[in-house]
């Protein structure tokens, strides 16, 4: 009697998954498993991966009941933000067993073995002449790999260097090019918050951080002070970024009107944390109101109420005088202008002489100079008035020199 098409395997039913930690840069994976309780106290297990057998960790042991993990799948991966492939957790392999203390001191014997194998490593690179530099070095625990982490510019080719390694520690080599970000994820211990650096203690995913982020948040722009060990920006400051984000939505933008219980005003600065709003009037006075406390309005009616504070304000006295004093003086010049006798010019040619105040190079009376002072910047509406003013006395000017230049010419012919 054959099986239904839908009918499990036999067994498969008490399969389990567990989450475990390998690796040096910490990744993850799911494994399946068939043991009855994971234990709370060891939490190591030797797996078995793609690279070759590990030695990993149970990631929250106390997250399990009857030795199935409580959350999904599915759950985990929301839970780093469905990055797709670039989620931490990847495909896993097969769960060998837990790991006893033989496992943990031959695991120890080749953390310390390692630093042999990056002097040796440096050594051949010297050798070859190669521009790269070692960052760490990772021994599998089956000991079927030597994986080397390094950080260079550019591309090197490093296949001689691949062939002389393989040879000497009779094993595969593989060879790992990594950032600055991750050369801190392995090698970097405190930060100056006196914490573990985050890369290396839980974050999985280096997100990149920009400079936009520590404006917002107002931080010392000194690069010493917000660059973590990798010499980038930390990555802490991306963790409140979301939050300034949407308190920064809820004020007014710079420069816009609003509305105040005291009338309305211009933004001129907002503050984000304290949700204040510093509002300038029409007279220049400024005064900081809570976000809440703001009126709505119309930018229709704002504009309109804006415009006729600024109609209604009144002038500074002593631009206001100046420009009077100026108006006055310039109609005293011009009746002054049209009221004078013309000059008779000498019949001699050699005692010709320009009439005063009208030739080239010419002075004006000392009584009829104007004093020396600083005149004010007129209004627009002055200068409107002094425009046409002027253009008359210069057509007049111009009429003048016409007529003394006649004169002169008949009384050289007579």
Sequence with gaps: MSQPENAKPKGAKNTKSMLVSYGRLGLM????????????????????TERGLELGRVVGVHNYRAGQFRNTPEQVESYFG????????????????????????EQEHLVQSEQEEIACCEKYIKEFRLPMRVVDAEHLFGGERIVYYFSSDGRVDFRELVKTLAREYQTRIELRQIGARDEAKLISDFETCGQQCCCSRFLKILEPVNMRMAKLQKATLDPSKISGHC????????YEDKTYMDLK????????????????????????????VVVQDALGDRQ???????????EAAAAEEMKKRESTR??????????IIDELEDEARLDQDETAPAVQQPTD???????????????????NRRPSKQKADP??????????????????????RRDDSGRSDKNNNA
């Design 314 to 323: 009144p002038l500074h006295p002593l631009n206001d005088s100046m420009d």
């Design 349 to 367: 040619k050699n005692q010709q002489q320009p009439a005063p105040g009208r030739g080239k190079g010419s002075k004006r009376p000392q009584q």
């Design 231 to 238: 010499g980038r920006l930390k990555c802490c400051l991306r």
């Design 288 to 298: 900081a109101w809570p976000v809440d406390e703001l009126l709505p309005m119309d």
């Design 82 to 105: 469905n990055l797709g492939p670039n989620s931490p957790v990847g495909p896993g392999g097969e769960f060998v067993r837990f790991a006893t203390h033989e496992d943990l001191r």
């Design 249 to 276: 939505d809820r004020l007014p933008h710079r420069n816009s009107t609003v509305r105040t219980p005291k009338g309305t005003g211009r933004v001129v600065d907002v503050q984000i944390l304290t949700q204040l």
């Design 379 to 400: 209004s627009p509406d002055a200068r409107q008035k002094q425009q046409p003013r002027k253009n008359r006395r210069k057509k007049r000017r111009n009429a003048k």
């Design 29 to 48: 994976g799911w494994f399946e498993h068939n043991e009855p309780t994971i234990p709370k106290l060891n939490s190591h297990v030797i797996i078995k």
